[in-house]
């Protein structure tokens, strides 16, 4: 969307569009992102907030969040989002503070706005969380090490970390970028030992893991992202929003033109799957093995527990699951082998 007006016709297509699948079970967590929200004006966020006030039980909720990059967190807007009296928490998409790495993965705020938004944030704001991406093209050991030290210059400001290695999309500029030879990308190995690192200065600088890409200072963790890991059911409303009823998982159209045109004309158009009983238990794997917990031996079916068991006993042997009494717990490498690990172990 190019203009204001387009922005516009998307707030008016979300706010019906909440409107239409209202609820009567109360909102623990309010999550405004899997875009660029920070986009809007102050107007238009207040009219969803009160579109959300309006249709919806507020009277349970933890915690909402609002995505934003550093170069619209300007002083006033900080102020803005904070006189809405609705977030408790900003996550800040920082991703460097590395002018350089910033070029390379084409973003347009300058490492200057990146630390005058976590400052701005900080000023009105308890919970600040701030992205990470480690393995940039071009970026060295030292380089993502810089980035780590460069959190510290904030104290205890920052209250949380997501830290993810870079996935290059199909379609993006970084991609074809890649396929002409002009950019290459970093070794698996030096991934690794920059998790190693993340995981080390977490541990020293008051950071707890949680998950595969996630670190808080203590009862900081994200509420909102700990639903989806856990099998919560969940609304998603707005273009390529995913929704979990705790059968059904449906996800919006992502085209945003299709989108307005289809809410404004009471036909939302979404795709929609049943999750067989072999769907719930893959997806309990994939999540529950990403994050420190693990996998609780009792949310495993009886009929499957046996094969599972069976299954684990290499990654047990090797040092990457621990076989606790009540779960299966994946080590700091299991961790870096999460996924792999989990698609071994998906049933038929």
């Not at 579109?51 to 900080?78: G, V």
């Not at 290059?168 to 990308?185: A, C, F, P």
């Not at 856990?230 to 085209?255: E, K, Q, V």
């Amino acid at each position: 969307m190019a203009g204001k007006q387009d922005y516009e016709a998307y707030v008016d297509a979300l706010c019906l569009e909440l409107k239409q699948r209202a609820t009567e079970k109360p909102l623990k967590t309010v999550y405004f992102g899997g875009g660029t929200p920070s986009l809007l004006s102050y107007g238009q966020i207040e009219r969803i907030i009160n579109t959300l006030r309006d249709y919806y039980d507020l009277s349970l909720l933890q915690e909402a969040t609002i995505e934003a990059n550093p170069e619209n967190l300007s002083k006033n807007y900080i102020d803005s989002l904070f006189n809405i009296n609705f977030f408790n928490r900003i996550s800040i998409g920082v991703q460097s503070f590395d002018d350089k790495d910033l070029r390379a993965i084409n973003r347009i705020h300058s490492s200057r706005q990146a630390f005058e938004a976590i400052e701005n944030a900080a000023a009105r704001f308890d919970n600040i969380s701030v992205d990470l991406i480690m393995g940039l093209p071009g970026q060295s050991q030292k380089g993502w090490c810089e980035n780590l030290a460069a959190i510290s210059r904030f104290g205890d400001k920052v209250k949380h970390l997501s830290c993810y290695e870079l996935t290059v999309e199909d379609g993006s500029i970084l991609k074809r970028q890649i396929e002409m030879g002009r950019v290459t990308l970093i070794d698996s190995d030096v991934i690794a030992s920059m998790y190693d690192t993340l995981q080390d200065w977490c541990g020293n600088n008051g950071f707890e893991q949680y998950e595969v890409s996630n670190y808080c200072r203590p009862g900081f963790h994200s509420r909102h992202n700990c639903r989806y890991w856990d099998g919560t059911p969940y609304l998603g409303c707005g273009a390529a929003a995913h929704s979990f009823d705790g059968d059904h998982r449906r996800w919006n159209i992502a085209d945003v033109n299709a989108y307005i045109s289809g809410v404004m004309q009471g036909k939302l158009p979404y795709e929609e799957e049943i999750l067989t009983r072999q769907d719930h238990l893959n997806e309990y794997i994939m999540t529950s093995l990403r994050t420190v917990a693990g996998m609780a031996k009792d949310k495993i079916p009886s009929d499957y527990a046996d094969v599972i068991g069976e299954k684990m006993i290499p990654f047990v042997k090797t040092g990457l699951i621990v076989d606790c009494s009540d779960a299966y717990k994946p080590t700091k490498e299991g961790l870096l082998h999460a996924d792999g690990i989990a698609a071994s172990l998906f049933v038929d």
